[in-house]
Each structure stands twice: as C-alpha cells, then as structure tokens.
DNA sequence: TATCATTTATGATATATGTCATCTAAAACG
DNA sequence: CGTTTTAGATGACATATATCATAAATGATA
C-alpha cells in the first residue's frame, strides 16, 4: 500500500514555534538530521509497555492512545494525545522503559528525537529548558486533571465528558467521527461497554446527540454540558 | 502555642544529596539566603486553589494532602505527598495559579524556593536540570499511577491499596496511625465515608487488620495483597 | 464537668452499574 | 460472493455501591 508521506524540514514545521522555538538554528539543524519521523496508520503500535525509552516522542499529526494492558481481553486506557502533544509523558525523564503502550487511534505521524539530544540541548540551552518543561507539563498535568475529571463523575457524566472532550478539544466541531469503538470508551472512563452503548443510545433518544455509527453529531450542547456538571 | 522548631542550613539539610546535589556551594547558599522554611499544624492549609504561585514548595518533613474542594462538605483528594516530594506537582511550570490546594495531615515541614531563582538555575546549571527534572517527573508520574491504580479496582481493592499505601511506601511498618479520616479516605478513592468504615470493619471482622480509632495494624499481608490484585 | 459537634459504626433500602444472553448490523476475509 | 467475525444494541437480572436513618463513641468547647 501506498503512503504519501514525505519527512519535513523542522524549520518548515507548524510546530517549530510550539517546541523548539527557542532552538537556535543550528541546534534545529542537530535535530533535523538526527530526528526520525514516522508515518503509523490507526491500530499500528508505537510503542509497548517494556520497551526501552530511547527517545522523546512528539505527534506531530493524528491521535494516539495511552494504555496498559490489564488481561488478554482488556485494555485501560490512559488517556488520547493530540497533535502538539508529547506522547510517553514524563516518563521519559522518570523511567528507563515505557510504563504505558501506545498506538494509534487514526493515522499519526510521530516525530522520534534522540532524547540524549534533547538533554544535550537541556544542558546546553537555559531558555529552551524552561520553555520545554513548561510544555510538557502542561501534558502531565491535563492528563492528571482528566482523570480526576473522569473518575469525580458517573456514567452519564463520564460520556457527557468524553463527547465533550472530542467536539470542543480535539475535532473543535460539533460533528464528529468517533475515532474509538464503545469499547475503548469504556477502557477509557473504567466502565462497562455495555453501559456505554446504553448511554450513548439513551442520549440519541433524548435528542441530545446524533448517532450514525462512528459519526457523533452534538445536537443539544447545553443538556450535554448540564450531564457533565452534574457528573 | 510554642514550636520548637528551627530553620536548618540548605547544606546541612538530609534533602541536600536528594534534590540539589548538583548546586554548586554558591549555588546553594543563594537558596539558603532565599528560602523561607516553615512549620505547618495539623490542619493547617499550605496553599488553596487559586494562589498566585510563587515558589517552588518542597515537603521536608510530615505528610500533605493535594485536593479540589467540590462543594462546600466534599473535597476530592488528588494524592498524598511524602518528605522528599515536590508539592504542587507541575502546576508550578505550566501554570500561574495552584489548580490544588494543600493541607497538612501530619505536623509538616515545607521548603518554599522561590521559583525565579529554580528558574535561574535550570539555565545556567544544565546538570541540575537534567536531575532536577527527573525528580519532578516520577513524582508526577506516580500520581497518574495511583489515580489509575485506585480507579481499575473496586471498593476492597481500594481499601487495601490504601492501607499498603500508608504501609509500604509511607511508614515503612505493618502498624502505623492513620494521619486521615474515614471520610478522607472516601474522598482519595473516590467511595463514600459508609462504606469504607464497612469495608475497614470486614477486615477487622476477617482477622486483616486490627483497629482501635486512628491506630492500624497489618496482620495479614498476604490477603491483603491479594484484594489489591483481585481489585 | 456538661454540652455540643464530629467521627465512627451499622442496618435497611434505593440506585447505579455490571454481567449474561441474545440479536442485528456492519465489517473482515477467504 | 457467501461466510465468519466483530461491533453495536437491548433486555433481564445480579451485584456493588450509595443513601438515609440512627446510634454509640470520641473529641472539642465553654
């Protein structure tokens, strides 16, 4: 199969003034010659629990989720990361390997820098160590604020949540397609699948959402909001 | 009320190997002339949600709780800090208010540094950073852990999570004294004050532990362990 | 000390959520 | 293309947890 994809110039890169804007253009230069970009389509693993911790991780485009593996069957999944965001967390300066797997939920592309590199950089670069360490807790940090989010909340405020999350955080739209299946919902808020679907269904008779399969359109974005108040 | 407490020397401090080995003795002196130390009650707030942040808060000594108040009976507790733990979590670099407040639950003792001089640091001692970040990293990180580790279990799972919690990684001992209530207790792993009295009574009843008011004592670690792995 | 408030404790009951079974629709596959 | 598998949907029922009521024990306060 056939993928046109092409690797960018960091310079060029929408993200260059996210991240590395601090970078002088020589330190861009070390990068780009030293980073790898790689292209996964949704399901293609990006890395396992386990593996060694080499790099930093930056998606660059798509959407990837964050889990550890319970059993064989089931999944619990950390959180999703959108582009901008970077993905393994803290981890990388905590740990020696991944403590989460991660994959993607849509076609991704993800940037791989040597983290001996972006610590070389650390050492090296005051501003940019500030800079960078703002941004990546900021990730931490929401990924801490979702939990708690979720976990304050029942059922209905949990997929209120969710629903919420995709329109206004990820998609910016009130029409959306759904890029996880009700069981990854459900890996997601610690919920049952089947409750999920009945949730969901139950929203869809309420005249709250539209449902066509994977497609999610919020019709009632104020009763939405009042479920996830309520929790 | 008098406190018999006095203010130590940053260089003399048990802290000074952990967190900021790699200062320089000028270095070090300039926190020490900077920092401010204080003692903390029982009770006593350290910093509400909403606080200008200001310094970069460093739990010497006892144990606090971070927490969102929910509404004016109910807070919800995000996780306990022990010595050695930066408090605030990464707020401190990615926001400019505390998102979490923070009260002791022990008699405590927190290092304020003002966070522009940490700042100054990071720039201009590359070494620092790279360890400092790392410090700060896992203890973010472990928060996410327990957040899923409570969440992924039921009431008993929870329970026991908690009791090896205050045993293993915080008093080191099968006996110890609860620093918290029933009622914290509910607020940390997201149940009600009733049922974790009931489930500390059915493990009393089942010879696990021994309580008398605040005092517990491990009596059998095994199933105890075992609940936490069931959930 | 007596009084009041809070925490701990327990039972009865209501509610929320999970589990199991079944079915349909949609996707994956040879 | 038909066949098989997986996802989505729904009902009946079981279980877990919350809520309400009440009371004893404990701690705080005047």
Redesign the pocket.
């Known amino acids: 199969m056939e993928i046109n994809h092409k690797v960018h110039n960091c310079k060029d890169c929408v993200y260059r003034s996210w991240a590395f804007k601090n970078l002088s253009d020589e330190e861009l230069k070390l990068i780009n010659t030293k980073k790898v970009e790689k292209f996964y389509r949704k399901g293609e693993h990006i890395c396992v629990e386990g593996d060694e911790i080499k790099d930093f991780m930056y998606l660059q485009n798509g959407l990837v989720k964050l889990y550890k593996t319970e059993t064989n069957t089931r999944e619990h999944i950390i959180s999703i990361a959108k582009p901008k965001d970077f993905i393994g967390l803290l981890s990388v300066f905590s740990n020696k390997a991944h403590i989460y797997s991660i994959t993607a939920i849509e076609d991704s592309v993800v940037c791989f820098v040597d983290l001996e590199l972006i610590k070389s950089f650390i050492k090296s670069n005051g501003i940019f160590a500030i800079d960078f360490f703002e941004k990546i807790s900021a990730v931490s940090d929401n990924v801490i604020k979702t939990r708690v989010d979720i976990n304050t909340r029942?059922?209905?405020g949990r997929i209120a949540y969710i629903l919420l999350l995709f329109s206004k955080h990820i998609y910016n739209s009130t029409k959306f397609s759904l890029p996880i299946?009700?069981?990854e919902i459900a890996e997601l808020i610690?919920?049952?699948?089947?409750?999920v679907?009945?949730v969901?269904?139950e929203f869809r008779k309420d005249k709250l959402i539209q449902?066509e399969?994977?497609s999610i359109e919020i019709l009632d974005l104020e009763k939405l909001e009042k479920f996830y108040e309520l929790g």
């Open positions: 029942q059922l209905r299946s009700r069981k610690d919920m049952s699948t089947e409750n679907i009945r969901l269904s449902i399969g994977k």
